[in-house]
Structures are given as C-alpha cells and as structure tokens.
C-alpha cells in the first residue's frame, strides 16, 4: 500500500501540505522587532534587500494561503 499523504488542522478543517508555508531563515531570525510591514520597512531604511525580499515573499505567502482557506 502507497502512505497517506499527511494532513495538517487548521480551524478545524483538514488541508494538504499544499498550504503550509515554509518560514524563511531570514524571516525567522529577523533581526528587526514589530509587524510584518514594520519589518519590512526597517529592512528597506537599512537598505537590507535580502531580509526584506524575504519578508515580503513570506507575507505573500500567508495572504495567498489566508484567502486558499477562506
């Protein structure tokens, strides 16, 4: 027999890894505190261009993945 593919809950619904989104090591590690968007705008007054590439993307991400579930 072919494994399940797995499945995570997320308000009680069941999803597909097709939603889960992956953290970043520059997102996780951010050295910058607040918000996303607070995140990101430090990242962009330090002209640090690949923690705000990342935080961008990952915000992205959710919100794509946000409107999938809804």
Do not use: H, W
């Not at 995570?8 to 970043?24: A, E, Q």
């Not at 990242?43 to 809804?70: G, Q, S």
Request: glycine share 2%; hydrophobic share 30%; net charge negative.
């Amino acid at each position: 027999m072919e494994p399940q593919a797995e499945k995570t809950y997320s308000y009680g619904k069941p999803l597909d890894k097709f939603y889960d989104v992956k953290i970043p090591d520059e997102v996780a590690y951010c050295p910058y505190e607040g918000s996303y968007q607070d995140q990101i705008n430090k990242a962009y007054e330090l002209d640090d261009k690949k923690i705000m590439k990342a935080l961008i993307e990952y915000r992205d991400a959710m919100v794509y993945r946000d409107n999938k579930i809804k």
